[in-house]
């Protein structure tokens, strides 16, 4: 069975609806039946305080851990119930013309792309 990733984040201002939005990507990508009859198995990759979280993917001052988590079904379980987004957001922009982090971003080094 082929293995993929799916990175969930979230950028810009908080709304309504990105909880239960994360929720059911994650309970989609999860299903075993549906993993089945797509003869792909996901895991799905929570990145924590949105643009930011793949700019600086590290612990530093503002997040004493790993902006990245795997999601599982049981830990989004009840994340519909809340408003907001678990995962954080930011404003980070990571093609800021003063600052593009873009290449950072797409993990390209050396002229390759490796996906994160």
Not at 5 to 9: E, W
Not at 26 to 32: G, I, N, R, S
Not at 54 to 71: E, F, I, K, Y
């Given at each position: 069975?082929?293995?993929k ?5 979230t ?11 994360i929720?059911?990507v ?8 549906l ?16 643009w ?64 994160i």
């Open positions: 069975m082929e293995k990733r799916i990175g969930i984040l950028g810009g201002g908080d709304c309504a609806g990105l909880n239960p939005a929720k059911w994650v309970k989609t990508a999860l299903d075993e039946r993993q089945k009859s797509r003869r792909i198995q996901y895991e799905v990759i929570g990145i924590r305080d949105g930011k979280g793949l700019v600086h993917p590290d612990a530093d001052a503002d997040a004493p851990a790993s902006r990245t988590l795997v999601l599982t079904e049981e830990m989004v379980r009840t994340w519909d119930r809340n408003g907001g987004t678990n995962l954080g957001t930011s404003r980070t922009n990571p093609y800021d013309p003063k600052n593009n982090r873009s290449a950072t971003v797409l993990g390209i080094s050396n002229g390759s792309i490796s996906i």
